[in-house]
């Protein structure tokens, strides 16, 4: 028995020492201090990284999850589904989230309009939960649809398990992905993406303001998310645009808000740097050529000629008519007006044309010869949309370039084109 016990006591000590380290090691995963840091930056209209580090490594979002809630809120409004000014219902589920929160009674309601700046100025946990119940039924489901609405977009290795972003130890995205998210809000929701760039906004007497600083502190920025739980860190994600050319930027895992607000201008600022490197040779390109088109911004010159249905014509600029490509099989139309891609409808003229000329530019090969035209669809007791459109595609060209487009994340459908009638406008 002696010698038992001698065992034990020398076994003890040992056992302890494991046990406290192992349990260190699980507080001290779940500190600010120890989160995973990531970085990540990117060109928003080419997507041309510009800076990656740990850019795949899963970490967890924080608020920075509001954004997917905010995505598919935008969703449904451009569907047709919700109106800013619908009142969604505060159950007792959604009144009891945490903060940071506006303070919900349950039974009472909050409109379409409120709910958006509160998820993006405030950050609110309990109108998160408001958001998914009224669009799922439940936020167990609306987290289904985030993820797959993410898998869509192209965000492979992010999983949603709430529409808030509070502490679930299988919610996690990476840096990259949330870019690609950003990335989307910007280009499928122009005529809401200002909601982002708001400061402040008011509820029940009271003003809040956005704990995205960036929007006063560094020129250009319009948005876009912060977010913090003691498990991620200090996280966000920027957007800004500086003569006419944006940069996304993404930070996870800041020590505190003002260290990763720093860090993020540091990323920025070298992101800015390499593009105004490249757009020196595109500048020097641009006033060499006799008739220069002032949308796209490229470094060498397009490969497709691509017409652009603009209102002002320029003098000698009409381009030649479009010649079938030698390698290309004749197509069984007539191949001028037969067959044209959409890649989205939008509530102002402007953005829609952005957005043709940006999938022009992806895939310029398979839209050769191609018109961009921005057609209006009038619905009843509703605005106008204007649907972006290339027009004068074989049915080759259009699927292909579909095809093409959706590979990149991009919406596209085909469609066959019988008499449309063209608006076009004086703003470029």
Same mark, same amino acid.
């Given at each position: 028995m002696k010698g038992f016990g001698r065992r034990t006591t020398q076994w003890f000590p040992r056992a302890a020492a494991i046990a406290i380290a192992t349990v260190i090691v699980l507080i001290g995963s779940a500190s600010p201090v120890f989160a995973k840091y990531a970085s990540y930056v990117m060109d928003a209209e080419t997507g041309r990284v510009l800076h990656a580090v740990n850019s795949?490594?899963?970490?967890?979002?924080?608020?920075?999850?509001?954004?997917?809630?905010?995505?598919?809120?935008?969703?449904? &409004?451009?569907?047709?589904?919700?109106?800013?000014?619908?009142?969604?219902?505060? #159950?007792?589920?959604?009144?009891?989230?945490?903060?940071?929160?506006?303070?919900?009674? $349950?039974?009472?309601?909050?409109?379409?309009?409120?709910?958006?700046?509160?998820?993006?100025?405030?950050?609110?946990?309990?109108?998160?939960?408001?958001? $998914?119940e009224a669009l799922a039924g439940s936020e167990r489901e609306f987290a289904l649809k985030m993820t797959a609405r993410a898998r869509k977009l192209g965000m492979t290795r992010t999983t949603f398990r709430n529409a808030s972003g509070l502490y679930n130890r299988a919610q996690l995205s990476t840096a990259r992905d949330m870019a690609v998210l950003a990335r989307a809000l910007i280009r499928?929701?122009?005529?809401?993406?200002? !909601?982002? #760039?708001?400061?402040?906004?008011?509820?029940?007497?009271?003003?809040?303001?956005?704990?995205?600083?960036?929007?006063?502190?560094?020129?250009?920025?319009?948005?876009?998310?912060?977010?913090?739980?003691?498990?991620?860190?200090?996280? &966000?994600?920027? #957007?800004?645009?500086?003569?006419?050319?944006?940069?996304?930027?993404?930070?996870?895992?800041?020590? #505190?808000? %003002? =260290?990763?607000?720093?860090?993020?201008?540091?990323?920025?600022?070298?992101?800015?740097?390499?593009?105004?490197?490249?757009?020196?040779?595109?500048?020097?390109?641009?006033?060499?050529?006799?008739?220069?088109?002032?949308?796209?911004?490229?470094?060498?010159?397009?490969?497709?000629?691509?017409?652009?249905?603009?209102?002002?014509?320029?003098?000698?600029?009409?381009?030649?008519?479009?010649?079938?490509?030698? =390698?290309?099989?004749?197509?069984? %139309? %007539?191949?001028?007006?037969?067959?044209?891609?959409?890649?989205?409808? !939008?509530?102002?003229?402007?953005?829609?044309?952005?957005?043709?000329?940006?999938?022009?530019?992806?895939?310029?090969?398979?839209?050769?010869?191609?018109?961009?035209?921005?057609?209006?669809?009038?619905?009843?007791?509703?605005?106008?949309?204007?649907?972006?459109?290339?027009?004068?595609?074989?049915?080759?060209?259009?699927?292909?370039?579909?095809?093409? &487009?959706?590979?990149?994340?991009?919406?596209?459908?085909?469609?066959?084109?019988?008499?449309?009638?063209?608006?076009?406008?004086?703003?470029?």
């Amino acid at each position: 028995m002696k010698g038992f016990g001698r065992r034990t006591t020398q076994w003890f000590p040992r056992a302890a020492a494991i046990a406290i380290a192992t349990v260190i090691v699980l507080i001290g995963s779940a500190s600010p201090v120890f989160a995973k840091y990531a970085s990540y930056v990117m060109d928003a209209e080419t997507g041309r990284v510009l800076h990656a580090v740990n850019s795949n490594t899963r970490n967890y979002p924080a608020s920075l999850t509001k954004m997917m809630t905010v995505y598919l809120l935008f969703e449904a &409004l451009e569907q047709g589904k919700i109106t800013l000014k619908k009142p969604l219902k505060v #159950s007792h589920r959604a009144a009891r989230q945490p903060a940071s929160r506006l303070a919900l009674r $349950a039974g009472t309601t909050i409109a379409v309009e409120e709910a958006i700046q509160a998820l993006i100025v405030k950050s609110a946990n309990d109108v998160a939960t408001v958001v $998914a119940e009224a669009l799922a039924g439940s936020e167990r489901e609306f987290a289904l649809k985030m993820t797959a609405r993410a898998r869509k977009l192209g965000m492979t290795r992010t999983t949603f398990r709430n529409a808030s972003g509070l502490y679930n130890r299988a919610q996690l995205s990476t840096a990259r992905d949330m870019a690609v998210l950003a990335r989307a809000l910007i280009r499928d929701f122009p005529q809401y993406y200002h !909601y982002f #760039s708001k400061k402040s906004f008011a509820h029940g007497g009271n003003r809040y303001r956005s704990h995205n600083k960036l929007l006063t502190a560094y020129n250009g920025t319009d948005g876009i998310k912060t977010g913090y739980i003691n498990a991620s860190g200090f996280n &966000l994600v920027a #957007s800004v645009e500086r003569d006419g050319h944006r940069l996304i930027g993404v930070v996870f895992g800041g020590r #505190s808000s %003002s =260290s990763r607000n720093r860090h993020m201008i540091k990323l920025l600022d070298k992101g800015f740097r390499l593009v105004n490197q490249n757009r020196g040779s595109a500048v020097a390109t641009a006033r060499a050529a006799p008739n220069p088109a002032p949308a796209p911004r490229v470094t060498a010159p397009a490969k497709a000629k691509v017409a652009d249905a603009r209102p002002t014509p320029r003098p000698n600029a009409a381009p030649p008519p479009a010649k079938p490509r030698a =390698s290309r099989p004749p197509a069984k %139309s %007539s191949g001028t007006a037969d067959w044209a891609i959409q890649v989205g409808a !939008y509530r102002y003229y402007n953005p829609a044309h952005k957005m043709a000329r940006l999938a022009v530019d992806q895939v310029p090969d398979m839209l050769e010869g191609g018109v961009i035209k921005v057609i209006p669809l009038k619905k009843k007791n509703r605005r106008t949309l204007w649907r972006a459109r290339i027009m004068g595609l074989t049915k080759e060209q259009a699927y292909s370039a579909c095809d093409a &487009l959706q590979r990149k994340g991009r919406d596209c459908m085909e469609v066959r084109m019988k008499g449309i009638k063209v608006i076009r406008s004086d703003k470029a």
